[in-house]
């Protein structure tokens, strides 16, 4: 790089060998996973994580006032902290956890809901996940919005023109 810096390349057999699962064949054929919106595949690190929480010290976070209910909510709220400062959020609290990327967007959906208005906009891409789409779906049904659809050019990419025409000052 123009700084000095190294240039890296991103090595696709480095980051599949990280990933136990992925040493599957289907079919005859290695396993390409590509539904990672609905259950994402772990690395080795967070299977090694998760067996050493299950077997030293599992509890109920925020729960209990044992010594093991300790101390999983102080790796609860420190795993917080840090997420918060990758996102560079302003504290912590902003942080929630929820379950996946399919809760996570349902709690968006209903908490933006509530201030949906008959004939309000509410726009989506026709790349969506169906977890993306069926919340957005059921508001629609449910406050009487209308659904705009962001087309996809033949490359894969959102058409951001087609996009640009969509917004209106209906759009929520």
């Keep these: ?78 795993a917080r902290e840090v997420v918060a400062r990758y996102l560079n959020a302003e504290t912590a609290e902003q942080v929630v956890w929820t379950k996946g990327g399919t809760e996570a967007i349902n709690l968006v959906a209903n908490g933006l809901g509530l201030g949906i208005q008959p004939g309000d906009e509410i726009i989506v891409s026709e790349m969506e996940h169906h977890s993306n789409i069926v919340p957005w779906h059921l508001l629609r049904e449910r406050k009487g919005a209308v659904t705009k659809w962001i087309p996809i050019q033949d490359d ?17």
Excluded: C, W
């Design 1 to 78: 790089m123009a700084d000095g810096s190294p240039v890296t390349l991103f090595d696709p057999y480095a980051v599949r060998a990280q990933f136990p699962i992925l040493s599957r064949k289907v079919n005859g054929r290695p396993l390409v996973y590509l539904d990672n919106a609905a259950s994402a595949q772990k690395p080795r690190a967070v299977i090694d994580a998760l067996v050493a929480t299950m077997e030293g010290g599992y509890a109920n976070v925020h729960r209990g006032l044992h010594t093991l209910s300790n101390e999983a909510t102080e790796a609860y709220e420190a």
């Design 156 to 172: 894969g990419s959102l058409d951001m023109a087609a996009y640009a025409d969509l917004l209106g000052p209906k759009t929520r």
